[in-house]
């Protein structure tokens, strides 16, 4: 299948560890923040999200940190297993009201056994 | 589980042609969207629609591109003529009205123009 995001940032991590991935957001008045994991010649698939009140949301295996005073949002995956390998995307709703999302760059998590 | 169907998944033409897409959303859900995504870059907004009426459509190329949901419910995004730079995957979300701001993705459409 074609890949997504040929010159994407990568993060490779050994099977079993945990991952952290980063992103910047650029809107300070965002209200809503999403995690996507897209594979190869796949659609974007949601992961998590949270929202501008809170600081971490926790899912099964993933948690989400805000930082809203530094505009910054991580994605922390425990036990990292190679199905996660995949571009991941965060993505802010930067117009209350209008809700389309705005999608920071991505970045390539491999996972090696 | 309920998803977002898109069709087709692939679709090769030749410059100054005309191609369509279609998108079912998940049922019930009122907000759709098209968005492209070109290779290596997080997918970008085209046009928003709540049931049948466009709410944005302010980066969609008007000048070749148009977006129908004729009865709130499926949609087709069409491009006429096909340039080589619209070589991109076009994909579909769908969200529910009201408080719930989940995005949910089609499988997209890979387009590639010759």
């Known amino acids: 299948g074609e890949s997504v995001g040929l010159h994407l940032p990568t993060l490779s991590v050994q099977e079993g560890d945990n991952s952290i991935i980063n992103c910047a957001y650029s809107?300070?008045?965002?209200?809503?923040f999403i995690w996507y994991k897209q594979e190869s010649g796949k659609g974007p698939q949601f992961i998590i999200d949270?929202?501008?009140?809170?600081d971490k949301r926790q899912g099964q295996r993933v948690t989400v940190l805000l930082n809203k005073t530094v505009k910054h949002l991580s994605l922390q995956i425990a036990a990292t297993q190679p199905g996660d390998s995949a571009v991941y995307f965060c993505?802010?709703?930067?117009?209350?009201?209008?809700?389309?999302?705005?999608f920071g760059s991505g970045t390539r998590l491999q996972v090696q056994p | 589980e309920a998803e977002v169907a898109q069709s087709p998944r692939y679709k090769i033409t030749e410059k100054s042609q005309a191609v369509a897409f279609w998108c079912d959303p998940i049922?019930?859900?009122?907000?759709l969207y098209w968005y492209r995504q070109i290779l290596g870059q997080g997918p970008e907004l085209l046009v928003q629609?709540?049931?049948?009426?466009?709410?944005?459509d302010s980066q969609l190329p008007k000048d070749r591109f148009s977006a129908e949901r004729l009865k709130g419910v499926d949609s087709t995004l069409k491009i006429q003529p096909a340039e080589l730079g619209d070589s991109a995957m076009y994909l579909c979300a769908s969200r529910q009205s009201g408080s719930q701001d989940t995005q949910y993705f089609g499988p997209g459409t890979r387009l590639t123009v010759l």
């Open positions: 049922s019930g859900h009122a907000t």
């Open positions: 949270i929202r501008s009140n809170m």
């Open positions: 993505a802010e709703n930067p117009l209350a009201g209008r809700r389309a999302l705005t």
């Open positions: 809107n300070s008045a965002s209200d809503y």
């Open positions: 629609f709540q049931d049948e009426s466009v709410v944005d």
